[in-house]
């Protein structure tokens, strides 16, 4: 298991000094200032524009992240052949899938943390220059702590993300991985619609394909939180527990079958 | 473990993890209803906007958001508690034209939900004509669109000139049915009818929308049931103008002879007479109420006094 | 215990995406290792030698037949602790320093922090780039990198190392270099498998070799007694030799080429000993500048094999 945690770090501390996430991450940052300027403009609606932006630069970012990250960690070290090394070491191919996996989730969480940070610095602004930290209009006070709730939500996407992205690595070129992990990250949004095709739809055999579909590919729609917490409407914890329980499972899904397929290939 | 072993094993806990994600699945949604706030439904409400980032992928996602509109209407229609606003139906159905303008139905399924006074749709007859002169403006010759306007402005604004405009111009497209103009015709000269109207229901009887096929005979039903209250109304007048006072009950008429028995509506429930006006009604927790506000007859023509404006 | 074992080991890939044709990377290879032999895997490019160091890695798995390190099954946790691999043209983690990529490897054989800087610098030492510890590898020259495989492949003090062309794109010290590093490690009783398209590296460094053609094994044993090794002539470079001396011995000469002002090269038959022209040369005036012994190219002889197989 210590390999697991050595390989873990290691990640880390790759990605740490590549330029790739430090870029995304300071854009991230720049668009919370800009959002704060754009906020002036528009009459009374500041801290929501603040809030939405910031959420949904916490999300796209994000995503970019995990994906180059996740793409990069694998994909690149396969076609660069560095892995060749590490696999004659005394590590089982599991432990290096675990621990890769693992490293990647580690850096997220540190992004996801400083851009937390930036966020709540910006609202904390903005609410103080603006004299209260609450409006009626607002919907939500302006440093709410339900943003929490969807930031870990956006966190839990970010992680099956993660999972897909290392999955394709295990047998793709970096640039069909990237491409398939994004292709599925679109899907997985617009999921909740294959769901209601029965209702359209006339045959029998296609409803139940789209109702499969519904269940087996991620389904990240239900863990977009962002609108209801940004309008202050209560997001219950039961619904964020399910959430957490389905990523979990379907992540350790992703990571089995990635395992299984990195454990059989050749390294040619 | 050998290959085989290691094999059967991963299949199993696959199938093990991804039953328990679909179980997960399941439960939340039983729990907590799916899908996004309806804001969420729109991501861009502009349609110019949607159709650059749309693409190559315009009719997909035109499809996306019609059974959102669907959906929207549907959650609305089933809605227990505040009211029914439909808000977002014709954003949705604009921003589904927009990416796909030959999308007939949604033009035409569409435009009658915004048009159906509340709560059975949003009510919103202006709305409903713009999206179908939006549908005219790309496929100019497509005579349903014509039909639809002039059905519009006819049944819910009462505008016959502006009707008869309609169904004049869709008449006047090539492969239009013969029946357009004669609703122009009818229109001009008789203004609103309660003959036009049941042919008209009639023909969307016909139509292919399901939603419309019910309305429509829902209507029909109660074009039936005015026919039958102005019959019992002639009843009613008929024994005050012999007695002198209005009937206090069915029963008076029926005892009088007037009547076979207590009167019932097409869906079984019992009309009403009011005592104090010798009025006829519809019967309390009838499934036809609220009775439609019948075209009144052109004012032109309106040399006899209107009809009855039943409720 | 044998160091390494191969039975009939084969492998197949396929290649073409829309129908695959079978290609047959290496065929029927068995091959025995003892213990602390220093063995040379000989081969043009695109023999099967690389795909051979890959099977015994297990970074790719055996069509058919099998392979044992150490008494156990490739790929065997237990053994990889006490093997070392340097893989062909190494490319490491650009982001890390040689220092931190040497201890990174090494806590994953479970040392301690303390005992991984013990062997780590004593690594880089041996290795020669103790100064550059702290660079970022991105900015490691081949010729460094190659040593910073090296350094990684003995991390663990193990009992067999496989170097998959060790040699390869080092200038003429740094092949000096690794020849003598060989020679330590077979000094403290490492078996070496290594593998090479250059003869002269198997000559000074082998006692046993196996040459491989086209994925099949073509030869096996002491250089000696490779037939096709023996000796079959000699070239001298003399200087200092006038052409009439030249014209006086051209009957005893084979070849003769000009390298510069009264220097030449001469190709001499096997027999008789060149000492006896050198000696008569030399009376006349002409020094000695170098003598090697002529032997087949490997590419030489692979061509002969393949020749020999023709047609299939």
Redesign the interface.
Known sequence: MSAIRHIAVNVFRESVRDKVPYNLVLFALMLMGVSYLLGQLSAGQEIKIIKDLGLAAMSLFGSFIAVFIGIGLVSKEVERRSIYALLAKPISRRQLVMGKYLGLVLTLLVNIAVMTVAFYTVLGVMAWMDGSWFRPHWGASALDPALLKAIAMIGLQLMIVTAVALLFSTFSSPMLAAGLTFGLYIIGHFNADLKNFEAVVDSRPIAYLARAMYYLLPNLAPLDVKAQVVHGVHVPAGLLLFNTAYALVYIAALLVVATFIFARRDFK | MTRNARALAFAMTLACLAIAATGLQMARDRAYAPGPTDNQLLYVSSGRMIEKIALSYDAILADAYWIRALQHYGREHLKTEGVKTYDLLYPLLDLTTTLDPQFVIAYRFGAPFLAESRPNGAGRSDLAIALLKKGIGRTPDKWDYYHDIGFIYYWHLHDYRQAAEWFKRGGDRPGAPWWLKTYAAVMLARGGDRQASRFMWQQLTQSESAWLRETSHRRLTQLDALDQIDELQRVSEGFTARAGRNARSWNELVTAGLLRGVPLDPTGTPYLLDAATGDVGLGRGSSLSPLPTEPAAAPEMAASAPPPVLR | MLAIETDSLSKS?AVGFWRPRSYRALEGLTLAVEQGETFGFLGPNGAGKTTTL?LL?????PTSGRAEVLGRPVGD??V??R?????E?????D??TAE?LLS??A????YAAADRRRRVSALLDEVGIAAERRLPLRKFSKGMLQRV?IA?AILNDPDVVFLDEPMSGLDPLGRREVRNLILRLRDRGCTVFFSSHVLADAEALCSRVAILAQGKLVATGRMSEIHAFQVRGWDLVVGGLSPDTLHKHAGRITKVARVAENQYALELPLNPTPDLLLTDLMTEGAYLISLNPLRETLEDYFVAQVQKQRPR
């Open positions: 890939f890959k890695m297990q970074l790719i798995y946790v237990g990889k602790r093997i070392g691999y340097l893989p043209s190494p490319y490491f983690y982001y890390l931190e990174y490897f806590s994953l054989f479970g495989g990684q």
